[in-house]
């Protein structure tokens, strides 16, 4: 790899800094930072790789701002943070025995269905399925396997699947989802970029500018996020899962 000029640098990590703002309050910041990464020439798995080396800050500052305001539980963590990880290991193990785009037509479904129940059902904090609910815990700790699973494999709209999933099955409010969706995200961002380490596609040079800018990012979307609570997080999801739906929709379109 030749060497990235430091204004391309620098358009990279005002990019790192915008998704990781997006990122602490619905998800969806690679939007931002792969699109970017690939433009400046980076090779399709260099610009994953150096992605996720990146990315795992932002999901920790948004974490440790949630945490900060109460909004995490612990209990919930220890079981969705290892499980996240080890889902997002097998993920990235899949990877070389599976085409991921074979998911995409299944994802474009996922993610209208994930709008509906945010933007239309809207279900009530407490509300959930309530067979689930008695089981709250294993239900957490399935959801973060499986969706963690998907982030190692695929990724786009992890954040969103997470929300989704905590918000329509466990009843949490958005705010919670959120704060909790990072735990995972955070796990099985680690995971990755330990995978993508050990394969030598982070290029650290472009990683560790772009991870103080998410850092940053970071601190900035879960406090807004905080500070606003469930109607700028309501908002901001559906941003984010239109924009998902026209770039997986666009990609089956084109065969990509």
């Given at each position: 790899?030749?060497?990235?000029?430091?204004?391309?640098?620098?358009?990279?990590?005002?990019?790192?800094?915008?998704?990781?703002?997006?990122?602490?309050?619905?998800?969806?910041?690679?939007?931002?930072?792969?699109?970017?990464?690939?433009?400046?020439?980076?090779?399709?798995?260099?610009?994953?790789?150096?992605?996720?080396?990146?990315?795992?800050?932002?999901?920790?500052?948004?974490?440790?701002?949630?945490?900060?305001?109460?909004?995490?539980?612990?209990?919930?963590?220890?079981i969705t943070f290892p499980m996240g990880f080890a889902?997002?290991?097998?993920?990235?193990?899949?990877?070389?025995?599976?085409?991921?785009?074979?998911?995409?037509?299944?994802?474009?479904?996922?993610?209208?269905?994930?709008?509906?129940?945010?933007?239309?059902?809207?279900?009530?904090?407490?509300?959930?399925?309530?067979?689930?609910?008695?089981?709250?815990?294993?239900?957490?700790?399935?959801?973060?396997?499986?969706?963690?699973?998907?982030?190692?494999?695929?990724?786009?709209?992890?954040?969103?699947?997470?929300?989704?999933?905590?918000?329509?099955?466990?009843?949490?409010?958005?705010?919670?989802?959120?704060?909790?969706?990072?735990?995972?995200?955070?796990?099985?961002?680690?995971?990755?970029?330990?995978?993508?380490?050990?394969?030598?596609?982070?290029?650290?040079?472009?990683?560790?500018?772009?991870?103080?800018?998410?850092?940053?990012?970071?601190?900035?979307?879960?406090?807004?996020?905080?500070?606003?609570?469930?109607?700028?997080?309501?908002?901001?999801?559906?941003?984010?899962?239109?924009?998902?739906?026209?770039?997986?929709?666009?990609?089956?379109?084109?065969?990509?």
């Open positions: 790899m030749h060497p990235v000029p430091i204004p391309e640098i620098l358009l990279l990590t005002g990019a790192a800094f915008c998704a990781g703002a997006i990122d602490a309050i619905a998800g969806g910041g690679g939007l931002i930072t792969i699109p970017a990464l690939l433009a400046v020439g980076l090779p399709p798995h260099y610009a994953l790789g150096t992605n996720k080396g990146q990315a795992l800050f932002g999901s920790l500052a948004a974490w440790i701002r949630y945490a900060h305001s109460g909004l995490v539980d612990r209990r919930s963590a220890r889902g997002s290991l097998g993920g990235a193990a899949l990877v070389l025995v599976i085409r991921p785009d074979v998911l995409r037509p299944l994802v474009l479904l996922l993610l209208i269905a994930a709008a509906i129940v945010l933007t239309v059902l809207r279900p009530a904090p407490g509300a959930g399925v309530e067979g689930l609910r008695r089981h709250a815990g294993p239900i957490a700790a399935a959801i973060a396997l499986v969706i963690g699973a998907y982030d190692g494999f695929f990724g786009p709209g992890t954040g969103t699947f997470l929300i989704a999933a905590f918000v329509g099955l466990l009843g949490m409010s958005l705010t919670r989802a959120s704060a909790d969706a990072k735990v995972v995200n955070f796990a099985s961002n680690v995971a990755a970029a330990a995978v993508f380490a050990t394969g030598g596609v982070i290029i650290w040079a472009i990683a560790i500018p772009m991870a103080c800018a998410q850092l940053l990012g970071g601190f900035l979307g879960a406090h807004i996020a905080v500070r606003r609570g469930v109607g700028l997080i309501r908002a901001v999801v559906l941003l984010v899962v239109l924009a998902l739906v026209i770039k997986v929709g666009r990609d089956l379109y084109l065969g990509r």
